[in-house]
């Protein structure tokens, strides 16, 4: 009898989920944990870290010793360039030949549509992200290293380097990024990394490979435009919303708003750290940046949500319509019909999932419905920001999170096609008939 295999996307998510518990043993050590930390803290934290959210229960700089933050380090480095990229280098470095499996594996983690070349994606990726974690450290120290002294200093810089660029938000400090709002230094540094990170892995390689628009593929042209769009449209958008609220931006200097609302604008997709008080923006600017949450950066990224490429060809799908036309065309390419159906696909399922888990939250927990939608939707699109509200979870508010934060991770496409019965192609096609719509 022929053995069943298993689809890379069930082999992928038990990886995760191996990884996920193996940090939970591992912050569960004495030698993690300040304090006494509960079995449910310890998985929130690992799960988190390793999906690249960041959203916390405890407070990360206090409740953790050096070997925990190294721990919640390495976990986000992990998560955030994926397990299989590193397993893939030491293959390499042993000289032993990667196999179709690996590949597809990689394939799916990546989020590339084909398997040639994601070897050498890898390696580019990883020499990379190296590098350019190591450079901006290095310009975030020249503000924390006079601060905290030289050897804390460096370590803070590179730990949120790493936690930026990963599109993690994890932060060493109670408030996150409130106390650092006004430095010009930590505002490019922290915001830089975001959106390199946030691009997606083939993209910058594309960057790199070609300094010319017109031979750029047509994901990177969507990416880097799109990209920067919706971040000045977030950041007048925020800037707006927020500027007469004195628990926010309200009682800022002018250039310090500016430089708040640009950082808030370009962590709300992605990243989840905050340079203001969570728990104060209004009720607009929540609900604004949810939908720049569910909406997410690029694939083949670090970051959730259903991904900006998908939001791009669904608008770009409705406004073909809307014109009466039959192609969908996008600098000067077209869209295959087949990709509209997986964006469509995506999205679909991606808000079943938030709906899902905003309803499953809402019974678990007896709180405001606007704070705990917001929770459920930063967990799936894995960005890690908060109404300052977790912390105060139940123990099933913290499960129901976790599932969303791994579902998020995986992907939700990819988890439906590890249940869905792959069908036949069939050779025949049924009578066709209208359906009244709209």
Not at 39 to 59: E, N, P, Y
Not at 123 to 134: H, P, Q, T, V
Not at 141 to 156: E, N, R, S, T
Not at 257 to 275: C, I, K
């Amino acid at each position: 009898m022929k053995k069943k295999q298993l689809e890379p996307a069930a082999v992928l998510l038990i990886i995760y989920l191996s990884a996920i518990l193996i940090g939970t043993l591992l912050l569960k050590l004495p030698v993690s944990e300040n304090g006494p930390l509960s079995w449910t803290d310890a998985l929130f934290t690992a799960t988190s870290a390793f999906t690249v959210t960041g959203l916390a229960v405890v407070d990360t700089g206090s409740e953790f010793t050096l070997f925990g933050e190294i721990v919640i380090m390495l976990l986000i480095q992990l998560g955030g360039l994926g397990i299989m990229s590193f397993s893939v280098i030491v293959f390499v470095l042993l000289g032993k030949r990667v196999g179709m499996k690996q590949r597809l594996i990689l394939q799916q983690a990546l989020g590339q549509l084909h398997v040639g070349g994601v070897v050498k994606l890898v390696r580019n990726l990883l020499l990379f992200s190296i590098a350019i974690e190591l450079i901006v450290a290095c310009f975030l120290a020249i503000d924390w290293v006079p601060q905290y002294g030289f050897a804390k200093g460096m370590y803070y810089s590179f730990f949120h380097a790493v936690s930026a660029f990963n599109n993690a938000g994890f932060g060493l400090w109670p408030d996150n990024m409130m106390q650092h709002a006004d430095s010009f230094i930590v505002t490019i540094g922290i915001t830089s990394l975001i959106i390199l990170g946030g691009l997606g892995f083939t993209v910058l390689v594309d960057l790199f490979e070609h300094r010319s628009f017109r031979k750029w593929t047509l994901h990177t042209k969507i990416m880097v435009t799109a990209t920067a769009g919706l971040n000045v449209l977030a950041f007048i958008m925020f800037y707006l919303l927020e500027y007469q609220n004195p628990g926010t931006i309200g009682n800022m200097p002018f250039i310090d708003q500016l430089q708040a609302s640009w950082f808030q604008a370009v962590t709300t997709r992605t990243a989840g750290f905050n340079s203001i008080d969570m728990g104060a923006i209004n009720s607009q600017t929540a609900f604004f940046m949810m939908m720049l949450m569910f909406i997410g950066a690029g694939s083949g990224s670090a970051a959730g949500g259903i991904k900006l490429t998908t939001f791009i060809v669904m608008a770009a799908a409705m406004l073909t319509y809307i014109q009466g036309k039959k192609d969908i065309h996008l600098f000067r390419r077209t869209i295959k019909p087949e990709y509209v159906m997986r964006v469509l696909s995506i999205t679909m399922i991606a808000f079943f999932v938030v709906i899902t888990g905003t309803f499953l939250i809402n019974v678990a927990e007896d709180l405001p419905f606007l704070p705990l939608m917001f929770e459920s939707v930063s967990a799936f699109a894995t960005v890690g920001l908060s109404m300052n509200l977790t912390p105060t979870l139940s123990g099933a508010g913290k499960g129901i999170l976790i599932v969303l934060m791994i579902l998020g991770k995986v992907g939700p496409l990819s988890v439906a096609y590890m249940f869905a019965k792959r069908s036949q192609e069939t050779h025949f096609k049924y009578p066709s008939e209208d359906v009244l719509t709209g």
